[in-house]
C-alpha cells in the first residue's frame, strides 16, 4: 500500500513533470507510476521496498551498479575543495580533469590523445559535428559538410545529432528538414539484411561504397556509426575494416559512437577493439559517467587536433559551461578506477557466453526471431511470424510489455519489436537466471494476448 507521501511524491510529478517518452496530463491520470528510493548492486528499489532488476543498467550508463559509496565519496570530498570554476576561457583545470584525461588517453586505442568535454552523449555527437566541419575547413576542403550515418542509428535527441540519426523513435515529420547534411546509408543487420538472404556477401558495405560516389568524396566530412548497434547487431568481421579503408582513402573522418558500447559493455574496452577499429573521433557519453554524473566526451587523434593550432582563429569554435566539470571527473575517473580494479572488462567477456547460452533458450517462443549478444550487450527481436520476420508491434505493445516486465520484477522497457538488454557488469548467473525466468513469463504474455 503506498502511503500518503508517496502518493503526494506521484501527484506533484503527474502535475508538474515533463517526462520524456510519456504523456501524463496531471495527478488524475491513471498512468501508473512508481518511485525510485535506492539503488543495490544491479537492482533498483522503489519507495514501497519493492526490488527490481536492473536490465538496463540505468538505461545502458551503469557498468559498476549502483549505490557504490566509493564514487559518493570522492564526489562529496570534491565539493568540498572545489564545487566548480570554469576552465578554458581562463588558464586554469582542475586535478581531476587533467587526471580523467590522462585515463582516457591512456585507456583508448591507437593515437586517440584529446579529449573535449560535455555533459552527455548527445552534446559530444554535436561536438564531434562542428569539429569535422571546422578541421576540413582549416585543411583545405571547405566543401566538406555531409555526415554519413547508419538508418537505425541512434545518436541522440539534440538537433544535429538527430539529423544523423536513422532510430525511428527519434526522427519525426514535425521537425522535418533537420540540419541538410546527413546522409544515411544501410545498417549491418544480419536478421534484417536488405542485401542478402543467406551468406553475407557484403552488400551493406558495397552501398555505403556507391552512396560515397555518388554523393562525392569532396562533399563528404565524416561517417558516424556505433560500432556494435543496439541489440548487439554485428557485421561481418571485414566490414568495418573495409569501412576504415574507404574512409581514408576519401579523406573522411571516421567517429565511433561508443556512447554505450565503451568501458566493458560489450567485453572489451571499447566496441571497436573486437575488430581493432581506430576512428579519428571517439564519442564517450553514459558509461563514462555510470549514471553517478552527467558527462559525455570527444576524444580525437593528434592529426585532428593539430588543425586547430596556430593562429588564433583557427581555435575550436565551440564551449560548454559545465564541461570538464570538477565534480562530473572526479565521478567518472572513480568509476573508471573501479572497473580496471575489478576487472569488470574481463568480466564482462567471461559472463557473456552465459548470458547468450541463456537467452537462447527463449528461441523456442514463436514471438522470438532472434537473439544476439557480445559481452554483456544482447537483443531479443520480437516477431509475429518467424517465417515473414514482420516485427510484433509499436509502441502501444511496447508500453504493455514494458507493465507485464515491471509486475514481473525487472526494471526493463520495451519499444515494440526488440528487448535491448545491458545490465550492468556486476550481474550474476543468478541474476541472469531471474531475468531469463521473467522474460519467459513475458514472451508467453504476449503470445497470449498480443498476437
Known amino acids: 500500500m503506498t502511503s500518503k507521501r508517496n502518493q503526494q511524491i506521484i501527484a506533484d510529478a503527474k502535475d508538474h513533470l515533463w517526462l520524456g517518452h510519456m504523456q501524463v496530463r496531471d495527478h488524475d491520470d491513471p498512468t501508473p507510476m512508481g518511485i525510485m528510493a535506492k539503488g543495490e548492486g544491479c537492482y533498483i528499489i522503489d519507495a514501497d521496498g519493492k526490488r527490481y532488476l536492473d536490465v538496463t543498467g540505468g538505461s545502458h550508463c551503469c557498468g559498476i551498479g549502483h549505490g557504490r559509496k566509493e564514487i559518493a565519496d570522492a564526489v562529496y570530498k570534491q565539493m568540498l575543495n572545489l564545487e566548480f570554476a570554469s576552465s578554458g576561457i581562463l588558464p586554469f583545470v582542475s586535478e581531476a580533469t587533467a587526471k580523467l584525461s590522462k585515463k582516457i588517453a591512456d585507456l583508448a586505442p591507437g593515437d586517440l590523445q584529446k579529449v573535449y568535454y560535455t555533459l552527455s552523449g548527445s552534446e559530444a555527437v554535436e561536438a564531434s559535428l562542428k569539429i569535422v566541419r571546422q578541421y576540413h575547413a582549416q585543411n583545405g576542403s571547405p566543401k566538406k559538410y555531409k555526415v554519413l550515418y547508419r538508418d537505425y542509428s541512434h545518436h541522440g535527441y539534440t538537433w544535429g545529432a538527430m539529423s544523423v540519426s536513422g532510430d525511428p523513435a527519434i526522427r519525426s515529420n514535425v521537425f522535418e528538414p533537420t540540419i541538410p547534411m546527413g546522409v544515411v546509408v544501410p545498417e549491418g543487420n544480419p536478421y534484417r539484411c536488405l542485401y542478402c538472404t543467406g551468406k553475407c556477401n557484403m552488400g551493406c558495405f558495397k552501398a555505403i561504397e556507391k552512396t560515397v560516389k555518388y554523393e562525392d568524396p569532396a562533399s563528404i566530412a565524416a561517417f558516424i556509426v556505433e560500432p556494435i548497434a543496439k541489440g548487439a547487431l554485428i557485421p561481418r568481421d571485414d566490414f568495418w575494416p573495409s569501412v576504415r579503408e574507404l574512409c581514408d582513402k576519401n579523406d573522411i573522418l571516421l567517429i565511433t559512437d561508443e556512447v554505450v558500447t565503451a568501458f566493458g559493455r560489450t567485453g572489451a574496452w571499447f566496441g571497436g577493439d573486437h575488430w581493432g577499429l581506430i576512428p579519428d573521433l571517439m564519442v564517450l557519453g553514459k558509461t563514462l559517467g555510470g549514471g553517478y554524473q552527467p558527462v559525455g566526451a570527444v576524444v580525437t587523434t593528434m592529426d585532428v587536433y593539430e588543425r586547430f593550432l596556430g593562429s588564433p582563429d583557427k581555435t575550436l569554435v565551440q564551449a560548454h559551461t559545465l564541461g570538464g566539470h570538477p565534480v562530473v571527473s572526479t565521478a567518472a575517473l572513480t568509476n573508471l578506477e573501479i572497473i580496471e580494479r575489478e576487472n569488470l572488462v574481463e568480466r564482462a567477456a567471461?559472463?557473456?557466453?552465459?548470458?547468450?547460452?541463456?537467452?537462447?533458450?527463449?528461441?523456442?517462443?514463436?514471438?522470438?526471431?532472434?537473439?544476439?549478444?557480445?559481452?554483456?550487450?544482447?537483443?531479443?527481436?520480437?516477431?509475429?511470424?518467424?517465417?515473414?520476420?514482420?516485427?510484433?508491434?509499436?509502441?502501444?505493445?511496447?508500453?504493455?510489455?514494458?507493465?507485464?516486465?515491471?509486475?514481473?520484477?525487472?526494471?526493463?522497457?520495451?519499444?515494440?519489436?526488440?528487448?535491448?538488454?545491458?545490465?550492468?557488469?556486476?550481474?550474476?548467473?543468478?541474476?541472469?537466471?531471474?531475468?531469463?525466468?521473467?522474460?519467459?513469463?513475458?514472451?508467453?504474455?504476449?503470445?497470449?494476448?498480443?498476437?
Open 350 to 451: 567471461k559472463m557473456g557466453p552465459y548470458l547468450k547460452t541463456q537467452l537462447e533458450t527463449l528461441k523456442e517462443h514463436p514471438v522470438v526471431g532472434e537473439v544476439t549478444s557480445i559481452g554483456l550487450l544482447a537483443g531479443i527481436q520480437l516477431v509475429k511470424d518467424k517465417k515473414t520476420r514482420e516485427p510484433l508491434g509499436g509502441k502501444e505493445v511496447g508500453k504493455k510489455l514494458t507493465r507485464f516486465m515491471v509486475d514481473q520484477g525487472l526494471y526493463q522497457r520495451c519499444g515494440g519489436s526488440v528487448l535491448f538488454i545491458h545490465p550492468p557488469l556486476t550481474i550474476t548467473k543468478e541474476d541472469i537466471d531471474f531475468m531469463v525466468a521473467a522474460f519467459d513469463k513475458t514472451l508467453t504474455y504476449a503470445e497470449r494476448e498480443l498476437i
